[in-house]
């Protein structure tokens, strides 16, 4: 009996396919989990370079299956041993590393040693790894039913994941995810009692650490020591530090964020935390006008003092509500706060008497809005008389503006609609703690009003730029930029005149006209303004330790290319160690499976690589067009939703059931007859792929006026249609395998898993060079390389029969 055509008993074959579900489920909400806690503990590069690591392990895992099962075949009559083994293992390993990180090695996490914290972290994706490609190469003609439940289990846990970690809490997901391997390795026990003791034993394990973990005095995320502000978050930094006093009041999970609320010593203002980063104040108020007059000398107030009794207030993430108490003060008739974190709403609510109840005062209509500031804007008709936002997302960058971060609230299309949405008196107020945040929005909203007709000098008489003066730096709320529908009155000029002692006017017209900014009466384009700004000496820095003097990038942010905060020429210096990791994973595994796989083959060298080469390559072409298409689709629908979270969710969940529908297509006629279908099938994808990349944007401004569930229905049935496509080539690809070689199998599962982080990471570097766009371009070239070497190793197979 030939390994490809093991026949288990149904039994067997149901818990087999189960246990793959079970295991995709695990490895993505393992995955999301990690994501979490990590965003919360450090900053977006860090994390991104841990998790590449740690995804890797799958790859190693089946590296590590082609080894163990190259001295000796499996056993057909001990299939479940050969499959239960690392399916245990994975139960014990789900929580052995946030346990390990936050007890006896809390050191890892507290000095951020990342390439230990990533070992670590690796383990479970290693035992994950050895086990799907067991299943795999145990079931490789039955392929397309076998992806089936390991695309179906990913994509149940991109719908479910995020709200179990808002119930639960991201450290204890992974003693949940345990519990379900552990009841899955049960399935595979097949009468043996020793090994029904250990699954047992180890789901009991797992539920006891879960049941402790939902107590009150669980495990917590440590405070950190390492200074490296290129690293970690400042919340647990501050935690740390004796002399800030800082004290964790209450803490929530949520779809969008970890958000923590602080108490400082020597101050009775609340900090709202959101992914331990730029802080929201609540302030303690008691409802009375006398209490808000201490922020007239605010500068986030210049707006409202300027012109004062707004008839209708935008304020797009107000946090704690400091801004809305700004616009009270100055008058505001009504007020629309709008948030995207679903957390400040119950926080608010629970602190409600500590700020007067603020989100419930008449003027503040209709409450918080939970929703994306953009986006909720875009579905407005209203027209506001400000449009105003402090920090807004600014967790998402840090000091210094080299964060590899997108944000659509500071790009040429945003500040299009901003300026569709102010009445004729209206103002646009953005309130920054960077000047070269500032500065580069400030380009990015020039770009935007030239593309409505206006010239320099229409927009220099428009333009007002303040800041603070040094000995108030503490506070976040260090830069104002306004932006005046008309041109600033006599009066109003008079104005900013009064409170220049206070402030320091970095530009107002006819008042300050300070050069850079002045030469915006000069330029003719944006692009020209934004190296007008550039050419100032603080903006010539080192972007690394020894170096070279580089000007900062401060040219216009579009949707395609929305790392507004990511201002190194060329590719962002954060992203290079993972680049490089990731390439140089990714061709150490293409050569270690070409090395073993022509190993296996007889004849001289040429004809080993031949023969080998194809299906090497097939498979690790797939593993990175996939991760390329799927980074790019999500990042071009995220207007269409408005929500991050749900964006994610919707596409990955969709993608991924389509995907398994794939697979079940592709088990379709026989391996041979299946291949051939790629000669169809690559380049409708390639087609589908493109036009869905120019779709996106046309998609986003005719349908965000639609109904929320109109919205998703439309955005799952565009995204349906390319997981079928995508589905396909993978199982059909292991069906031609397990007929041919199956002892490879092992081997396409290790390149597919490695260079699928590469694809990721190359996504990552293609959009900051050139945009999604070309990201969804590489990707479509990729899978048509991808389709032709496919159907090449066809053709080399059928020479052997």
């Not at 104002?480 to 104005?495: D, I």
Request: charged share 15%; net charge positive; proline share 6%.
């Amino acid at each position: 009996m030939s390994e490809s055509t093991l026949r288990a008993p149904v039994r067997l074959r149901v818990s087999v396919r189960l246990a793959v579900a079970a295991t995709a489920f695990s490895v993505l909400a393992y995955e999301i989990a990690l994501t979490r806690i990590f965003s919360v503990l450090f900053r977006s590069p860090f994390v991104f370079l841990i998790l590449s690591v740690a995804v890797c392990g799958l790859g190693l895992g089946a590296a590590l299956a082609a080894v163990l099962d190259s001295r000796a075949a499996p056993d057909p009559d001990d299939e479940a041993r050969y499959l239960g083994r690392p399916l245990l293992a994975l139960a014990v390993l789900l929580p052995v590393p946030l346990l390990v990180l936050l007890t006896v090695a809390k050191d890892l996490i507290a000095d951020a040693r990342g390439p230990a914290v990533a070992v670590l972290t690796a383990a479970p994706y290693l035992a994950a790894g050895l086990f799907l490609s067991r299943a795999f190469r145990a079931h490789a003609n039955d392929s397309g039913k076998l992806y089936f439940f390991d695309l179906g289990g990913a994509g149940l846990a991109a719908l479910v994941t995020a709200a179990v970690l808002s119930r639960v809490g991201g450290v204890a997901v992974p003693m949940l995810l345990g519990l379900l391997t552990a009841l899955a390795a049960l399935g595979l026990t097949r009468g043996r009692s020793w090994w029904r003791i250990a699954a047992v034993t180890v789901a009991l394990a797992n539920f006891w650490l879960l049941g402790n973990q939902l107590q009150p005095g669980a495990l917590g995320l440590p405070a950190l020591r390492s200074e490296d502000q290129s690293k970690v978050k400042p919340l647990f930094q501050e935690l740390g530090d004796p002399k800030v006093g800082a004290k964790v009041l209450y803490t929530e999970w949520s779809p969008v964020a970890r958000t923590d609320v602080v108490s400082n010593a020597g101050t009775d203002t609340l900090f709202i935390w959101t992914d331990g980063d730029v802080p929201t104040q609540m302030e303690p108020f008691g409802g009375t006008r006398e209490e808000m007059l201490k922020y007239g000398g605010f500068i986030g107030f210049v707006p409202y003092g300027l012109r004062p009794g707004a008839e209708r207030v935008l304020c797009i993430g107000p946090g704690g509500g400091l801004d809305c108490l700004l616009a009270l003060l100055g008058g505001a008739k009504k007020i629309e706060p709008v948030e995207i974190n679903p957390a400040i709403a119950r926080v608010t609510a629970k602190y409600s008497s500590f700020y007067g109840n603020l989100y419930r005062r008449p003027e503040i209509d209709p409450g918080l809005i939970i929703d994306e500031g953009r986006s909720y804007m875009s579905r407005s008709n209203r027209r506001y008389d400000v449009i105003y936002f402090a920090l807004a997302k600014s967790a998402t960058t840090q000091q210094g503006g080299m964060a590899l971060v997108d944000n659509y609230l500071y790009t040429v299309e945003a500040f299009s609609q901003y300026w569709s949405h102010l009445s004729d008196k209206g103002q646009l107020a953005l309130v920054f703690q960077n000047p070269a945040l500032t500065d580069r929005c400030l380009a990015t909203a020039v770009a935007a009003l030239m593309q409505t007709g206006l010239k320099g000098p229409d927009i220099a008489d428009r333009l007002a730029y303040l800041g603070i003066r040094g000995e108030l730096s503490s506070t976040p709320y260090q830069y104002l930029m306004l932006l005046s529908k008309k041109p600033f009155t006599a009066e109003e000029r008079k104005t900013f005149k009064r409170i220049e002692s206070g402030f320091h006017l970095r530009y107002v017209p006819g008042v300050a006209e300070n050069q850079p900014y002045a030469a915006l009466r000069e330029c003719t384009s944006a692009a020209q303004y934004a190296r007008r700004l550039a050419d100032q000496d603080d903006y010539l820095v080192r972007l690394r330790l020894g170096g070279p003097l580089v000007r900062l990038n401060l040219s216009p942010v579009t949707d395609n290319r929305p790392f507004y905060a990511d201002m190194a020429p060329g590719l962002n210096p954060m992203l290079l160690p993972i680049l490089w990791f990731s390439l140089g994973a990714g061709a150490l595994a293409l050569l270690l499976a070409l090395a073993v796989t022509a190993w296996s083959v007889d004849g001289d060298l040429g004809a080993r690589l031949r023969y080998a080469a194809p299906p090497v390559l097939y498979f690790a072409g797939l593993g990175a067009a996939f991760l390329l298409v799927e980074v790019a689709l999500i990042q071009k629908l995220v207007l269409v939703l408005g929500y991050p979270t749900l964006t994610l969710t919707v596409i990955l969940f969709t993608l991924l059931l389509g995907a398994a529908v794939g697979g079940l297509l592709a088990n379709r006629g026989t391996a041979d007859e299946a291949m051939g279908r790629l000669r169809l099938l690559i380049p409708v994808l390639m087609a589908v792929q493109l036009a869905a990349g120019w779709l996106a944007p046309l998609l986003g401004q005719h349908v965000l006026s639609a109904p929320l569930a109109a919205r998703v229905a439309l955005v799952a049935a565009c995204v349906l249609p390319m997981g079928l496509l995508m589905g396909q080539p993978f199982p059909t690809g292991l069906r031609l395998l397990g007929e041919r070689r199956v002892e490879w199998v092992p081997m396409a599962w290790a390149v597919n898993g490695v260079l699928s982080v590469t694809g990721s990471v190359l996504a990552a570097a293609v959009a900051s060079l050139a945009g999604y766009q070309a990201v969804l371009v590489v990707g479509a070239i990729l899978y048509g390389v991808t389709g032709a070497v496919g159907l090449y190793w066809r053709g080399i197979s059928r020479e052997g029969d």
